[in-house]
């Protein structure tokens, strides 16, 4: 069974422009969450997707923004990057509907920017 | 508001010997616990996870944790550390009530070094 998988695995951009980063999860998972990790913030909750509906948002600015597609992959789309936006994305899926938290990751979309 | 604190950023340990990372978590309802490993370039894999019933829970690779409710803790061990350990460790907790909303709040970290 193929694990998440998220594109591009690294990218490069500059301040001001806007990045959409890709996530597929597992077959038959419904829930798509998003996670930012930094050296400084470690691993912070972006928001969660289950059947096209954003079920939670962290605290995170309006330029961070996700959708999900009926077939559960999932995007989500910087816009106006920051030099702070610098980071792993990760991108984790699951399949239980209930808050368990077993959650399995990708192996990150790693965005510099410059 | 849940949170988990992560007591050592660093730690360094002979291969063979035992491993303790330490988790204490803070939580308002019954929490979910966690712990992760995450290997460089690599996403996070779940380690074992503690949700109701037997406080002392065993996972992958020879680690086990046990939840202690009266210190608000779920440390992790294993008895004897591998080359293979060297990795980062996150604990993790998720809120048992809130249902249909997958979301876990992460500790900092731990960075696991095995000495030959």
């Known amino acids: 069974k193929a694990g998440v998988t998220q594109t591009p695995r690294y990218l490069i951009k500059t301040r001001g422009q806007q990045v959409t980063l890709s996530c597929s999860p597992i077959?038959?998972?419904?829930?798509v969450s998003w996670y930012q990790q930094t050296p400084g913030q470690g691993l912070q909750f972006l928001f969660e997707?289950?059947?096209?509906?954003?079920?939670n948002k962290g605290n995170f600015p309006g330029r961070f923004s996700g959708r999900q597609f009926s077939n559960s992959r999932s995007e989500m789309n910087v816009s106006t990057l920051e030099l702070g936006d610098s980071a792993l994305y990760l991108c984790?899926?699951?399949?239980?509907?209930?808050?368990?938290?077993?959650?399995?990751f990708g192996e990150g979309s790693r965005l510099t920017v410059l | 508001a849940q949170s988990v604190t992560q007591l050592g950023s660093h730690v360094s340990v002979s291969e063979g010997a035992l491993v303790l990372l330490r988790c204490n978590y803070s939580?308002?309802?019954?929490?979910?616990l966690f712990w992760y490993v995450q290997y460089p370039n690599q996403g996070l894999q779940l380690l074992l996870k503690?949700?109701?019933?037997?406080?002392l829970v065993k996972g992958i690779n020879g680690f086990e944790a046990e939840f202690k409710k009266s210190e608000t803790s779920f440390h992790l061990t294993k008895p004897s550390a591998h080359m293979s350990d060297a990795a980062e460790y996150f604990c993790?907790?998720?809120?048992?009530?809130?249902?249909?909303?997958?979301?876990?709040?992460f500790g900092q970290g731990t960075r696991l070094t095995i000495n030959p």
């Open positions: 984790a899926s699951s399949l239980v509907m209930i808050n368990t938290g077993e959650l399995f």
């Open positions: 077959s038959g998972h419904r829930s």
């Open positions: 997707y289950f059947s096209e509906t954003q079920r």
């Open positions: 939580s308002s309802v019954p929490p979910y």
């Open positions: 503690y949700t109701t019933g037997a406080t």
């Open positions: 993790a907790v998720s809120s048992s009530v809130l249902k249909g909303a997958q979301k876990l709040v």
